[in-house]
């Protein structure tokens, strides 16, 4: 939290952004993970116990939304679940669909069991976060990629009601897990990014969204509210603290040096090794690059050190000890931030 202030920490904070790869590690499948909450907080407690990083999470897969709502996910031992068929189409009545209750619905409950247990383990020493899909990643897995964005296009009316289901969606399921033991819940809206949809696109309909989200969040207790969008999201990074993001993930493809031009001393920012670099690099050049990070944003400070986006479930091991590993040895960030040094 003291980062997420621009305040004065004794190290640079390290949360790798791992999911499955927490299952791999305890001897377990994709398949086993995401069917069991129980099972999966047990894994992330091992990965925690393993690698010594600053988080645990409450996340499962990216489909538990949209199960709830009905959709036909395909299952496999080592891929996470797939929408097979979308729970919904471009004539569904958009207005008065139910809203599943996260108690109850398909897997949710499983996520809020995971939520419990992790809380129940780390109580308030190390961070537990949630996750959430956000409404356009909502509306693309409710739809189908293609269906959503012609209906955006054609549509707009009908599509900003498909986008308000999917906000209250996404309040209702991140109060759910806070009222369960998260600290926070991070909303992932990879549909949100520039590359998928204009940045006017995201200003003017994801961002007042957006921000009822966080607000909502906020408002029952939300330590701090955490937006992840990966991709080339430079664009409309500038746009998060205005909509209620404290954190914001940046992907490796963002350039840090544009990015600290771009928010000098605005929103806190975790990041950017490339996710694919922890299966095909070399401890070393892992070490080497988060150390470069770290040194990076030393004048700025609001820095968690993390990967682009989610590290692979079969990522090797060692890279990540190397994460952890510059981020125990290298306080920099916190010196410079505070004495100017």
Not at 203 to 230: D, Q, V, Y
Not at 290 to 313: D, K, V, Y
Request: aromatic share 8%.
């Amino acid at each position: 939290m003291a980062a997420v202030r621009f305040g004065e920490t004794d190290r640079t904070p390290v949360i790798p952004q791992i999911f499955a790869h927490s299952a791999i590690l305890s001897g377990y499948n994709i398949l086993d993970y995401v069917q069991s909450g129980t099972l999966a907080a047990d894994c992330q407690i091992e990965a925690l116990r393993h690698y010594r990083y600053d988080n645990v999470f409450a996340a499962i897969d990216v489909c538990l939304e949209a199960e709830a709502i009905g959709a036909e996910l395909r299952f496999r031992p080592d891929l996470y679940p797939a929408v097979v068929t979308p729970p919904l189409t471009a004539d569904s009545d958009f207005a008065n669909l139910p809203v599943p209750d996260p108690a109850s619905a398909a897997r949710m409950p499983e996520l809020l069991a995971m939520a419990r247990k992790l809380r129940g383990e780390v109580g308030h020493e190390t961070l537990v976060t949630g996750v959430l899909q956000g409404p356009m990643t909502l509306a693309v897995l409710f739809l189908g990629p293609e269906t959503a964005l012609y209906l955006a296009a054609d549509d707009p009316d009908r599509f900003e009601l498909l986008l308000d289901y999917c906000t209250e969606i996404a309040i209702r399921f991140g109060l759910a897990q806070m009222e369960a033991g998260v600290h926070l819940p991070m909303v992932f809206e990879p549909a949100g990014c520039p590359e998928v949809v204009p940045a006017a696109f995201f200003r003017e309909l994801l961002a007042p969204r957006l921000s009822r989200i966080f607000t909502a969040f906020k408002k029952a207790g939300a330590l701090a509210n955490w937006l992840h969008i990966a991709g080339q999201t430079l664009p409309i990074l500038p746009l998060y603290s205005g909509i209620g993001a404290d954190i914001g993930n940046f992907d490796y493809c963002v350039d840090p040096q544009r990015l600290i031009q771009a928010l000098p001393k605005q929103l806190c920012v975790d990041g950017n090794i490339r996710t694919l670099a922890f299966i095909q690099d070399q401890p070393e050049q892992i070490e080497a690059e988060a150390r470069r990070l770290i040194h990076s944003f030393g004048h700025r400070g609001g820095f968690i050190l993390s990967s682009g986006c989610e590290i692979p479930p079969e990522s090797k091991p060692e890279n990540i000890e190397a994460l952890v590993r510059a981020a125990h040895r290298d306080p920099c960030q916190h010196i410079t931030a505070v004495t100017g040094s």
